[in-house]
C-alpha cells in the first residue's frame, strides 16, 4: 500500500537530489514543491516542481526513486500530473533526462511526451534528451481514462 506525503517539500527534494548524481550538490530551488511516495512507512519515491513559469505554463518536473522498490501505480501517475496540469493550471511539464537512461525514456514515451534529443544538455560529454508533456498529451494518455470522463462530465454540468 503507498501514501503520498504533501506539504514536506524540503525533506523530499533532498531525497530526490539525493539520488540524481547532477543535483546532490546544488540541489533544488527553496519555492518547489513537492510529493512524495510512502511505502511502509518510509520515503521511497519523489518528484520535485521547479522552474515554474506561470506566465508560460509551464512547469519542470525532476524525480528519482530508490531501487526495487515498487512505486509506479496509475495513483501515482495521476497525483505526479494532477498537481501541474489542474492545482497549477500548467499548459506543459518538461524534464530533462540523459541521453542513455533508456528505461526512462520508454516509460515517458508510454505516457505521450515528445522527446528531444539536445547534444550536451547535461555537460561537454553528456547528451540529453528533453522531454515535454502538454496537458492535451497527458489527459488523451491510456492511463487518464477515468480522469478524462470525470472531467468531460464536470464540463457538462457547468454548461
Known sequence: M?????????IVAD????LIPSCRERGFPPESKAIGVIR???????????????EAGVIELSGAALPKQPWLTRETLKRIFVYPFIT??????VQRVARDDERLLGQLGALNFSLIQI??????DRDGVLCCLTYEDWINNRFN???RR????QQKEAA
Do not use: I, T, W
Not at 15 to 18: C, G, L, M, R, T
Not at 150 to 153: D, L, T
Open 2 to 10: 503507498l501514501d503520498y506525503v504533501y506539504g514536506h517539500d524540503a
Open 15 to 18: 531525497f530526490v537530489a539525493q
Open 40 to 54: 511502509d512507512s518510509s520515503l521511497v519515491a519523489g518528484f520535485v516542481y521547479h522552474n515554474y513559469e506561470p
Open 88 to 93: 497549477c493550471g500548467c499548459q506543459m511539464v
Open 119 to 124: 547534444p550536451r544538455m547535461l555537460g561537454r
Open 145 to 147: 481514462q477515468r480522469l
Open 150 to 153: 470525470q472531467q468531460e462530465k
